[in-house]
């Protein structure tokens, strides 16, 4: 059962999840599963078996489906010539110009695991090309010391004196900033931001700070692959990473031609070669030229948010982009909907992912929508749970814009 397994969590992992936002606080506990054991698609089975169509999409990792048949004959087949070696593998040589062919502004990359890890990466590597130690970030980046202490209480984390919240106003960037660090896009997607990221971009090349998009959760949930390519602004130094891996674990740091080669930093990784995860990401590519079609994926996604917000949009409503977006409403209304849902063996949380896999099941899910929030506004349905918490990097990017 769920709860034994949660029980054998918390008595030998660390606030018994690996993951912040998996932590069952984080949603109605006494109705979601704590643990599942496979997935398959769109679905994911619980520690009892039960069937679940999943919109939480292990964070977002979840493009083309759990398990997806292609990407594991392709993955199984590198298996078989081994995972890591003794030098740098043809592989990731082939790789890198796959990725700098799909982003032309790119001169050069790093391989890593994590979000977390490219995160910290691109800093080091701004800071080392511009010789200044001053950072403005806005959003969440990860784990690092340096953007947890951003969030007080931090704690076990130092303070870190070269690292300031990032308020979205202009005048804090000057020619003492090694570089801005920003989710270019979080939910909004409007000619205003549009705009505002590229006032952004005129004001960092004016004081020769470099600006470093974090498309960690936008890369490859885009039209032509990242919002950098979709808007036209091209950063200086691009971060990708969840979906990019089809499933595997993987992050990537470009730069801009000439930034980065003229100092020797230091940024080193056993595992950053991993050639499961590497192929993964070529596998995904693969898909993304033939058999998937990211525009498509681009509208019906936002087909099915236009759907979902007619039904009851002063109950629970989504705001963002076609392939991801938050729930809003009051926290109890959004948690009876939670609830309810996972009762109909549907699965959101906080943040809304769409992938290639919920096509087929979009209008099912609708009709159990307009069920669901209709009892809600009709006070037929209540919380018989407890409610979610707000995970960690939601937190940060709801926070004001308090100047420290």
Known sequence: MNIDWQRRAIESIHHGSLTNSKRPTCFVKEHYPSHVSKGD??????????????????????????????????VIKQI????????????????????KELFPFVGKLRFLKTGSEAASASLRIAMAHTGRFNVLSHGYHGWDDCFVSLTPPAEGVPIQPHISKFNEDLNQIDETVAAVIIEPIVTELSKERILFIQELQEKCKKTG?????????TGFRFPKYSFSNYS?????????????????????????????????WFISSTFAG????????????????????????WSQ?????????????????????????VFVGSDMNKAVF?????????????????????????EIVLNSCRDILSRIKNKQAHLEGTLPSTPFAQKVREQKNDKN
């Open 41 to 74: 698609g769109c679905y994911l089975y619980d520690s009892d078996g039960k069937k679940y169509i999943d919109f939480i999409c292990a964070l977002g990792t979840n493009l083309v489906g759990y398990s997806n048949p292609d990407i594991n004959d392709h």
């Open 274 to 297: 991993d050639t499961i995860a590497i192929s993964g990401m070529m596998k995904t590519i693969d898909l993304l030229n033939s058999k998937y079609n990211l525009d498509l994926l």
């Open 232 to 264: 036209g602004i091209q950063p200086d130094i691009l971060l990708l990473g969840k979906a990019i891996g089809g499933g595997f674990p993987l992050s990537v740091v470009m730069t801009k031609k000439g930034i980065g080669e003229d100092k020797e």
């Open 209 to 217: 700070t470099l600006l470093i998009f974090d498309e960690i959760i």
């Open 338 to 362: 939670f609830q309810e849902a996972c009762k109909a063996g549907i699965l959101f949380g906080s943040s809304f992912w769409f992938n290639f896999t919920h096509q087929k099941v979009s």
């Open 301 to 325: 996604g936002e087909a099915f948010i236009n759907s979902f917000n007619e039904i009851e949009p002063d109950i629970v409503k989504i705001n963002g982009y076609s392939t991801r977006g």
């Open 80 to 99: 078989y010539k081994g995972t890591l070696y003794s030098f740098g593998s043809t592989l990731e040589v082939q790789a890198a110009e796959k990725l």
